[in-house]
T-cell receptor, first 113, second 109 residues
């Protein structure tokens, strides 16, 4: 089966610019996650969707980060304006609602200079 | 609050030696514990979970509620085990995974 797809794989932007990442989950997976992984740390949840509704966005810096999943399938994560500390890998993951297994994409590597 | 602690950033062992990657957690209820692995240039993937009580690629992990630990073990390390290993916890309900900082395992030939 096809895995979680993410794009772009790599992005370099200047601080104060904006960037958007796209994710296509595994077909049939209602739950979608965005994680941020800073170098040397484990993944940290930014936002969790169930279909097109937000389940948990308590750790999303809402002054600059936004995410949507309008039709309950693909999702977009946006950062505007970017800061140097946003340099990280942004991981998208998906699962069935009650699934124990969460499947990860390859990640989108962001460097803010 | 949910927290996962992996005390070792790097663990180096010789091929054929036993491996133990430590994981301790903090959670007031009954958690689900997982080990995820990331091989070089590959995506993060599930290695095993405590509910299944399975052995994957020779690795096992036992949930010790008294010590709040979920250490990953393998009796004989192989070079292909070299990777980043992350311990993760999920609380009750459809809550997201909370990850530790990870341990890099390096198996030396």
């Amino acid at each position: 089966e096809a895995g979680v797809a993410q794009s772009p794989r790599y992005k370099i932007i200047e601080k104060r610019q904006s960037v958007a990442f796209w994710c296509n989950p595994i077909s049939g997976h209602a739950t979608l996650y965005w994680y941020q992984q800073i170098l040397g740390q484990g993944p940290k949840l930014l936002i969790q969707f169930q279909n097109n509704g937000v389940v948990d966005d308590s750790q999303l810096p809402k002054d600059r980060f936004s995410a949507e999943r309008l039709k309950g399938v693909d999702s977009t994560l946006k950062i505007q304006p970017a800061k140097l500390e946003d340099s990280a890998v942004y991981l998208c993951a998906s699962s069935f609602p009650s699934g124990n297994t969460i499947y990860f994409g390859e990640g989108s590597w962001l460097t803010v200079v | 609050a949910q927290r996962v602690t992996q005390p070792e950033k790097l663990l180096s062992v010789f091929k054929g030696a036993p491996v133990e990657l430590k994981c301790n957690y903090s959670y007031s209820g009954s958690p689900e514990l997982f080990w995820y692995v990331q091989y070089s240039r590959q995506r993060l993937q599930l290695l095993l979970r405590h509910i299944s009580r399975e052995s994957i690629k020779g690795f096992t992990a036992d949930l010790n509620k008294g010590e709040t630990s979920f250490h990953l073990k393998k009796p004989f390390a192989q070079e292909e085990d070299s990777a980043m290993y992350y311990c993760a916890l999920r609380g009750s309900g459809n809550t997201p995974l909370v990850f530790g900082k990870g341990t890099r395992l390096s198996v030396i030939a």
